[in-house]
Structures are given as C-alpha cells and as structure tokens.
C-alpha cells in the first residue's frame, strides 16, 4: 500500500534553509511521480514540485523556481526537498504525494501526514 512520511519541518528566520524529507513506501515509489505540495491555513493547496523515476525529471511552481529543489534516492526511498531563500510566504504544512505524471495540474493521488514549515518569528 502507498504510505508516505514527511518530516524535516521547523521554524525558521527568513533567508534560510531547510530540508524536507518524504520517505516512501516500495509501492508509492512505483507510481509514476512523487510530488509535494503545502497548503496554508485559508489558501487552497498548491504545488511545489514533483519528481519522475530514473531518468529523473523534476518540475517546479514558478513562485518556488531557483530557490527550491527536489531530488530522490530511490536506495533510501526517500525524496527531498530542498528549500533555500525561505520567505514568509513558504509558511504551510507541506506533503509528498503520488501523481499519475509530473505535473503542476495533475491530481495528488495519496499523500502523508504532512510537515509543518514556519517562516518568521
């Protein structure tokens, strides 16, 4: 069964760093992408990035472009999330997911508890 573990969220100042961490199960790996999104308390979710299996391609949200990154090891089964540059506005709880594809559009199919990220004071 598809079981996904997000952790590595924390409270941080704006202009740093952090990195998120999914952990996934053998079956949530076998599906064709894993993506993460993050919503915020009265905002809709919205999509951050997603990642493919080998060859990786990756796709991100433009309002995260060249700040964040994602990557996998599919040794570990695990797919981070790297976040640099924080800004006030990345504060949410965020969430890796299955996707049918890699896309901004695409629909997140099963997704875990989720990791909360705070910037600011």
């Known amino acids: 069964q598809v079981q996904l573990t997000e952790s590595g969220g924390a409270l941080v100042q704006p202009g740093e760093s952090l990195r998120l961490s999914c952990t996934a199960s053998e079956f949530a790996l076998n599906y064709h992408a894993i993506a993460w999104f993050r919503q915020a308390p009265g905002k809709e979710r919205e999509f951050v990035a997603c990642i493919t299996g080998s060859p990786a391609t990756t796709k991100l949200a433009d309002s995260v472009r060249g700040r964040f990154a994602i990557s996998r090891d599919n040794r570990k089964k695990t797919i981070y999330l790297q976040m640099n540059t924080l800004e006030p506005e990345d504060t949410a709880r965020y969430y890796c997911?299955?996707?049918?594809?890699?896309?901004?559009?695409?629909?997140?199919?099963?997704w875990g508890q989720g990791t909360q990220v705070t910037v600011g004071t």
């Open positions: 997911a299955t996707q049918n594809m890699c896309a901004e559009y695409a629909p997140f199919l099963s």
